[in-house]
């Protein structure tokens, strides 16, 4: 035997083969780790790299049969809500009536980012449905739903008056969400 030459009895071949038995188990805590706080946090929480930053640069043309695109433009000078959806989304389907209810008792301007939807399927869903927007943009290629980060429909966005994005809301709307988040930092923004 040479010298250097490690030996199934020798000091550093029992510290070599508990290293390889501890190595699987290490790997094995870290990832339970990593999924246990991944699984305590909530999906409709993901940060916006946007928030408290100004609304990006856009402008889209009217929603088929409406007067009013959106800019960015549009989105100072009040506190304002910018509500992403699409004909096709059920879930703007179930969140649709509570933005009715809004836009009658008058407590926000709502505006509407049309993502990705035939024109003729869009007028045809806000003339069935009730058109609560303000102003209604048609973002036909996806592009300025890019640019505002969004990861699918519905999201809504509350606006300052500034033109800053204070929040932002992934999934359906709730009347919970409304009264316990959204409404409140709207009358927090405007004061």
Not at 127 to 137: C, I, S
Not at 142 to 171: Q, S
Request: with cysteine; net charge negative; aromatic share 6%.
């Amino acid at each position: 035997m040479t010298e250097g030459t490690l030996t199934s009895s020798s000091p550093a071949a029992s510290i070599l083969r508990r290293l390889g038995f501890l190595l699987p188990v290490v790997v094995f805590v870290v990832v339970a780790v990593g999924l246990a706080i991944g699984l305590t946090r909530n999906s409709q929480e993901i940060p916006s790299a946007l928030i408290g930053k100004p609304v990006p640069e856009f402008s889209l043309p009217p929603v088929q049969g409406r007067t009013l695109g959106l800019s960015t433009s549009d989105l100072e000078g009040e506190v304002s809500l910018v509500n992403v959806f699409a004909s096709w989304c059920t879930a703007c389907r179930h969140e649709h009536p509570l933005f009715m209810r809004l836009a009658e008792d008058g407590l926000v301007p709502i505006h509407g980012l049309n993502y990705k939807d035939r024109p003729e399927d869009a007028a045809k869903w806000l003339d069935d449905l009730g058109d609560p927007y303000t102003r209604t943009g048609a973002d036909l290629d996806g592009r300025v739903g890019i640019e505002w980060g969004v990861y699918g429909v519905p999201e809504t966005f509350v606006i300052g008056r500034d033109g800053t994005i204070a929040y932002k809301h992934i999934g359906p709307v709730s009347a919970q969400d409304l009264e316990e988040t959204i409404l409140p930092l709207v009358e927090r923004l405007r004061q």
